[in-house]
């Protein structure tokens, strides 16, 4: 009965509103970047984030914001588990940054200019030449001072466990002697499963861990650190590797 209630809220109330909020901030953040892509490029979405989180009735945590420097660059890598990752991270890690996206993404109505406009950075892998484009303007990214937000596996989890970390991201974070931030998200997958199709939102607490950064001094494998790091915070159910075919 509480999820059948659930439910008709969604399609009755948080779809209706949450469509016209994300419409409102595609439009106020592609106006503002004209001016301002680091102040517009951010905080307009950073509210929206948080609003649909409460849109949905959704309790959200968060570890370890304690672990970052409000005066320091990070490379943040995440494990993918669902859609609501956007907005766990938006919402809730309270850092400007900027995203590495799939640039399929740039293709959603709205959001997909307005995220251009911002300057996140659209993942090109139609060739090197666009691969090598895509990491010369991460790195000019890095270079201004903003931080940068990296779903290391490139897609989201079938499954709920992790798949393969790929190295573009700690690539970066070794050039240029940044700290790389591993970010444990759980509850995601459990909200908002991969699946074809429309679906309706589970009731589920979302959790953030922002775990102590890795210093370019730790040592050069700070790819299998931040991998180890982040599995340790998911909950028994989904440790452990499982391939992402569509990694």
Not at 76 to 98: C, E, S, T, W
Not at 105 to 112: I, K
Not at 158 to 179: I, N, Q, S, V, W
Not at 190 to 206: A, W
Request: overall charge positive.
């Amino acid at each position: 009965m509480k999820h059948s209630l659930y439910c008709l809220y969604q399609l009755c109330v948080a779809l209706p509103l949450g469509l016209v909020i994300t419409l409102l901030v595609g439009l106020v953040t592609s106006i503002g970047c004209v001016f301002n892509a680091h102040f517009w490029g951010y905080w307009p979405a950073h509210l929206w984030s948080r609003a649909v989180c409460r849109l949905l009735l959704l309790r959200v945590r968060v570890k370890g914001r304690e672990n970052l420097d409000a005066r320091q660059s990070y490379v943040f890598v995440a494990n993918h588990q669902g859609a609501m990752d956007i907005f766990l991270v938006y919402g809730y890690l309270n850092r400007n940054f900027k995203w590495m996206m799939k640039k399929a993404l740039r293709r959603m109505p709205v959001v997909g200019y307005a995220c251009e406009k911002a300057r996140h950075i659209f993942v090109d892998k139609s060739g090197p030449r666009a691969i090598q484009r895509t990491y010369d303007t991460a790195r000019q990214t890095l270079r201004g001072g903003t931080s940068l937000v990296v779903f290391p596996e490139g897609a989201r989890t079938f499954t709920g466990h992790m798949g393969l970390f790929r190295k573009g991201a700690f690539m970066l974070a070794d050039e240029l002697a940044l700290p790389v931030v591993p970010l444990t998200i759980n509850g995601s997958f459990d909200v908002l499963p991969r699946q074809r199709g429309f679906s309706f939102v589970h009731h589920h607490t979302l959790e953030l861990i922002i775990h102590a950064p890795l210093s370019a001094e730790e040592g050069s494998d700070r790819r299998t650190q931040a991998y180890d790091i982040i599995m340790s915070g998911l909950p028994e159910a989904y440790q452990g590797f499982v391939k992402n075919d569509d990694q």
